[in-house]
C-alpha cells in the first residue's frame, strides 16, 4: 500500500515538474519575443530586492548595542532603501546600469574560463572550455560596445533563454523520470 502511494506522490510531482517546465517555456520564448518588458521585469524585481534588504538593514541597525553599528547598519539601509526606489522610478536607468554591470560580469568571466583552459589545455575536451570562454567574450563585448542601446534587448533575451533551456531541460528531465516510474 505504501508503494502505490509514493508512486502516486512520485507521479504527481512529476506532472507538476512537467507543468512547471512547459510555464518556463512559454516564459522564456515571451522574455526573449519581449526583452525590454523582461528586462525592466528584471530591474524591477532587483530593485524590490534592494528596498527590502535596506528595510532589513534598517531594522537591524535599531537593535545594535553600539552607536558605530547603529550608525553603519542606517546608513547603508538608507543606501539599499535610496538606491532601489531610484530603480523603482527610473526603470530604464536601472535596466542600463544592471546591463554594463553585466557587460563587465561576462568579461571576467571570459577572462576566467580562458585561464583556466591554459591550465587544463592538456586534458581532453578541454577545447570546450575555451570555446565558452571566447563565446562569452564575444557577448561581452557585444553588449559593451553597443550600450546603452543594448540595454534594450541584453538582459531580456538572456534572462529568456535561460528560462527556456531551464524549461525544456526540467520537461525533458520530468518526462525521462516519468518513463523511469512508469517501468518500475
Known amino acids: 500500500m505504501t508503494n502505490i502511494l509514493v508512486d502516486k506522490e512520485v507521479k504527481n510531482a512529476l506532472k507538476w515538474s512537467?507543468?512547471?517546465?512547459?510555464?518556463?517555456?512559454?516564459?522564456?520564448?515571451?522574455?526573449?519575443?519581449?526583452?525590454?518588458?523582461?528586462?525592466i521585469a528584471v530591474n524591477l524585481l532587483v530593485a524590490?530586492?534592494?528596498?527590502?534588504c535596506g528595510l532589513a538593514h534598517l531594522l537591524f541597525g535599531w537593535h545594535n548595542r553600539?552607536?558605530?553599528a547603529t550608525l553603519w547598519e542606517v546608513l547603508l539601509g538608507l543606501l539599499y532603501v535610496g538606491i532601489?526606489?531610484?530603480?523603482?522610478?527610473?526603470?530604464?536607468?536601472?535596466?542600463a546600469a544592471l546591463t554594463l554591470a553585466l557587460a563587465g560580469f561576462l568579461l571576467f568571466e571570459a577572462a576566467f574560463e580562458i585561464a583556466l583552459f591554459f591550465q587544463l589545455r592538456q586534458h581532453r575536451g578541454s577545447g570546450?572550455?575555451?570555446?565558452?570562454g571566447l563565446i562569452t567574450l564575444a557577448l561581452?563585448?557585444?553588449?559593451?560596445?553597443?550600450?546603452?542601446?543594448?540595454?534594450e534587448w541584453a538582459i531580456g533575451t538572456l534572462i529568456g533563454i535561460?528560462?527556456?533551456?531551464?524549461?525544456?531541460?526540467r520537461a525533458m528531465w520530468s518526462q525521462a523520470a516519468r518513463r523511469l516510474a512508469n517501468t518500475g
Not at 524590490?48 to 527590502?52: R, S
Not at 561581452?140 to 540595454?151: D, R
Open 140 to 151: 561581452a563585448v557585444m553588449i559593451w560596445l553597443s550600450w546603452p542601446s543594448s540595454s
Open 162 to 169: 535561460s528560462m527556456l533551456f531551464s524549461g525544456i531541460s
Open 84 to 95: 532601489g526606489s531610484y530603480l523603482l522610478f527610473k526603470p530604464l536607468v536601472g535596466l
Open 128 to 132: 570546450w572550455i575555451v570555446f565558452d
Open 18 to 39: 512537467t507543468v512547471i517546465g512547459a510555464l518556463m517555456i512559454v516564459a522564456g520564448i515571451v522574455a526573449i519575443a519581449v526583452p525590454l518588458a523582461a528586462g
Open 66 to 68: 553600539s552607536v558605530g
Open 48 to 52: 524590490w530586492l534592494l528596498v527590502f
